[in-house]
């Protein structure tokens, strides 16, 4: 038996389990180990309980804290890693509009490296006010949810939030990434002057030591389809928005699958992007009320 705990044959075994049978048989107490790796006790006990999605990441720090051997620790890594693999809808879990913001925000705040592509609206952290609102209202007078938004209030409080989201582009010991279509810049999904101040936006956030910004030209000749955007926060995350929800994934090989579509979606974008929204400016400005035919 050498080391092994006393796990049953069933190769079946849940995960958190296992967990707690190894820590039970180094005689520590869940918040000795959560101490050890940085965690609450409260935490330990969801991930040995199953109430809470495991991340391999953190499986990896709980299995080496308590000393396993080797091959048990990548067995329990792989364990978390084939659950997390699936895109998982957090809409349960957060399904006001204020509420998704924020879950968002948790996820950025902890990134050091963000990537994020975009080929439908400007992503959500370059968003100017303006431009947020028409967005997030459309949702609550489209979907006519009352979970997801049933007034304006809602509508304010997610533009507030998503604007306090704009604040890690600023915090020191970041990267950004921003990758997105020349048909956002063109799309009319606010008033013409809305979309200016969109556009003086983009400019100013690009301009940022932190901040990579490239477009994709409406002429590109696309080396994958553009079937949805997606963000990536580091290696550990990528989560892709729907309309009523957002879909989270921690897995490896999802994670590393989007590393690979965000590659080759950059490989034909150009950081020459003022030329491009020069272009669109000069049509939003014909578009003004008042404007010179």
């Known amino acids: 038996m050498g080391d092994a ?5 069933n190769a079946e075994e849940p ?7 190894w820590r039970k048989r180094r005689k520590i107490s869940g918040q000795e180990l959560g101490v050890r790796v940085g965690m609450s006790q409260a935490k330990i006990s969801r991930l040995e309980t199953g109430a809470s999605a495991p991340d391999p990441h953190d499986i990896r720090r709980i299995a080496e804290a308590l000393e396993l ?4 620790v990548e067995r329990l890594t792989s364990l978390a890693d084939r659950a997390s693999e699936q895109l998982i809808d957090w809409q349960s879990a957060e399904p006001a509009l204020a509420g998704r913001q924020h879950f968002v925000r948790r996820l950025e705040s902890a990134a050091r490296e963000t990537k994020v592509f975009q080929p439908a609206v400007v992503p959500g952290l370059l968003q100017t006010d303006g431009y947020a609102r028409a967005v997030l209202a459309s949702l609550r007078k489209e979907l006519a949810d009352d979970q997801i938004a049933d007034s304006t209030l809602a509508v304010s409080e997610a533009v507030a939030a998503r604007m306090q989201r704009s604040q890690v582009l ?3 010991g970041r990267q950004f990434h921003f990758l997105m279509t020349e048909e956002v810049v063109s799309r009319r999904v606010c008033r013409p002057a809305d979309m200016l101040a969109q556009i003086a936006r983009l ?3 690009a301009a940022k030591p932190q ?5 994709i030209p409406s002429d590109a000749e696309w080396p994958v389809a553009p079937f949805h955007g ?3 926060t580091d290696d550990r995350n990528v989560f892709v928005d729907l309309f009523n929800t957002s879909l989270l994934s ?4 999802t994670v590393g699958h989007y590393q690979r579509m965000f590659e080759a979606l950059d490989s034909v974008a150009t950081s020459d992007i003022d030329s491009i929204l020069d272009t669109h400016q000069k049509r939003f400005v014909h578009l003004l009320p008042g404007a010179a035919a």
């Open 5 to 9: 705990p006393g796990a049953p044959d």
């Open 15 to 21: 995960l958190g389990q296992a967990l707690a049978r």
């Open 69 to 72: 051997p080797g091959d048990e």
């Open 170 to 172: 600023d915090e020191p």
């Open 203 to 205: 400019r100013e956030v």
């Open 211 to 215: 901040v990579s910004l490239r477009i």
């Open 230 to 232: 997606f963000v990536l």
């Open 250 to 253: 921690r897995g490896r090989r």
